[in-house]
């Protein structure tokens, strides 16, 4: 799934497969997604430029909207804690740190996206702070 949604991994994938089973090379590419979730998540913050606060640097703040977008789609009102489908994006992003001043996403230039603003969701949870 990942390799259909990251042009850089689908590169990887395919370079892989030349050289092995088509098995092997997906194995090699969860161990990749292992080690980048480790090094982000486990890793001392100044390893390598990369910060905890610090986005998978490939994907645009539109595209991981989007994604956040797309999760809550999935989910009931319950799972979302209460927040519309634009809150809920709108609040993982500051939680994140990223789309400040998003609040539109238009992959699709046919049909854009509403994201909530820094404002509506601080206004349903002053707990969130902007994190620069």
């Known amino acids: 799934m990942a390799v259909k949604s990251d042009p850089l991994l689908k590169m990887r994938f395919e370079g892989l497969q030349k050289r092995m089973h088509r098995n092997q090379a997906i194995v090699a590419i969860a161990r ?61 992003l500051m939680k994140l740190g990223i789309g400040h001043d998003l609040t539109r996403i238009a992959l699709d230039p046919k049909h854009p996206r509403r994201i909530a603003s820094e404002a509506e969701v601080l206004a349903l949870r002053p707990e969130v702070q902007r994190i620069e």
């Open 32 to 92: 990749h997604l292992l080690e980048v979730v480790w090094s982000v998540s486990l890793a001392p913050p100044a390893r390598a430029g990369v910060t905890r606060r610090q986005p998978y640097r490939h994907f645009s703040q539109e595209r991981i909207a989007y994604k956040y977008l797309t999760w809550s789609w999935q989910m009931d009102e319950e799972a979302r804690d209460g927040l519309t489908r634009q809150q809920f994006a709108g609040y993982y």
